[in-house]
């Protein structure tokens, strides 16, 4: 079984920012012992606290690259019975896609989950709730 990390640099990387991903990574991933470290933006982390302090949790810390969400924008795919769920690294990307889907920003639920988190539940068990989750990378849309 592949490392999270050669899993990731397989599989997720390319999937999420393949303008980012070049042909120098996809050559390192042939070295099973290479790390990758993941290092979050602190105004993300900011934010992040921030919307964790609106939903209860009272913590001064946030480990890991924040990730964020709102139920408002999950997408029924045709002919599927599940959601896609779009997962944004910024906080002001998803409440752009929240005014662009005619949602009011300050009434919706935004959920902050760690990357980490997500990628770490999608590789060890098949049916993760994160399985319909799409990343949606720095300035994307959805």
């Not at 599940?82 to 990307?93: E, Y």
């Not at 590789?123 to 300035?139: E, F």
């Amino acid at each position: 079984m592949p490392s999270i990390c050669t899993w990731f640099i397989e599989d997720v990387l390319p999937s999420v920012a393949p303008d980012k991903f070049t042909g120098y990574v996809r050559d390192a991933v042939t070295d099973r012992h290479m790390y990758i470290r993941l290092v979050p933006d602190m105004s993300e982390v900011k934010n992040a606290l921030k919307e964790r302090k609106k939903a209860g949790f009272h913590s001064d810390n946030f480990s890991g690259v924040p990730v964020f969400q709102s139920d408002a924008l999950n997408t029924k795919v045709d002919g599927s019975s599940s959601n896609l769920r779009p997962a944004f690294f910024t906080k002001a990307d998803l409440e752009k896609a929240l005014r662009d889907k005619k949602r009011d920003t300050d009434s919706e639920i935004i959920q902050v989950t760690a990357l980490e988190v997500i990628i770490q539940e999608m590789k060890d068990c098949t049916m993760s709730k994160w399985n319909d989750v799409v990343l949606v990378p720095p300035g994307g849309k959805f």
